[in-house]
């Protein structure tokens, strides 16, 4: 092996552990109700789906005062004041590196929030490329994006794993271009996907270059 790709949110940053800090101050400061938490936190998705629906959608059931807009400008200004790294990562890829392995990351989203995101975890001094994007106007799972990636670290695909939590992003759609899969759950459970490998945690990664 020789290099590991990783997605991003649910897999090297604990996204639910990031929003749910958001959560706690977010709540205070607009005095949102008991329940709203929870609520949102369901309609979220994992974070697949736009807070631009998801707040408009709780101003709606819960019946609040408050402006969507107000809100969503919440979201933008403090949910990455303090995003916390998936357990594990920080050694996982400070050890992977240690190896002698490239280390890629891919990951659907904004470029501003995602290189926000990498450098307060502390995850981009030890990443040697990432792949946004929007930043290349191309998304998971179009096979396109997992080429790039691949180019940009120089490997092939026989000689590379990608790990992540997405059973579409990062277990069916790097298979497609031959990469092998090891699938992090901690979001959507897999629905008729077959991963390479099923991890407990970021730690079986190192476990994976024994494969």
Avoid at 3 to 11: E, K, Q
Avoid at 194 to 201: C, E, G, I, K, Y
Wanted: with cysteine.
């Amino acid at each position: 092996m020789k290099a590991v790709l990783f997605d991003l949110d649910g897999t090297l940053h604990d996204l639910t552990a990031t929003v749910r800090g958001w959560l706690t101050g977010h709540v205070e400061r607009h005095g949102l109700p008991g329940g709203y938490a929870e609520r949102f936190t369901v309609l979220d998705d994992f974070g697949y789906r736009p807070k631009r629906e998801v707040l408009p959608q709780l101003v709606r059931e819960l019946g609040l005062p408050h402006d969507p807009e107000v809100l969503l400008a919440d979201f933008s200004e403090h949910s990455l004041a303090a995003p916390v790294p998936m357990p594990h990562a920080l050694d996982v890829l400070q050890e992977l590196r240690a190896r002698g392995l490239r280390v890629g990351v891919v990951t659907n989203g904004w470029v501003e929030a995602q290189t926000t995101c990498l450098e307060r975890t502390g995850l981009a001094p030890l990443t040697d490329d990432v792949v946004i994007s929007k930043g290349v106007g191309l998304s998971k799972p179009a096979p396109a994006i997992y080429e790039l990636a691949l180019a940009r670290l120089g490997v092939n695909a026989a000689d590379t794993w990608f790990v992540g939590d997405s059973p579409r992003n990062d277990v069916w759609g790097p298979q497609q271009v031959g990469l092998r899969a090891a699938y992090l759950p901690t979001g959507h459970g897999l629905s008729g996907e077959r991963p390479d490998a099923v991890l407990r945690d970021l730690r079986d990664v190192l476990r994976l270059m024994e494969r």
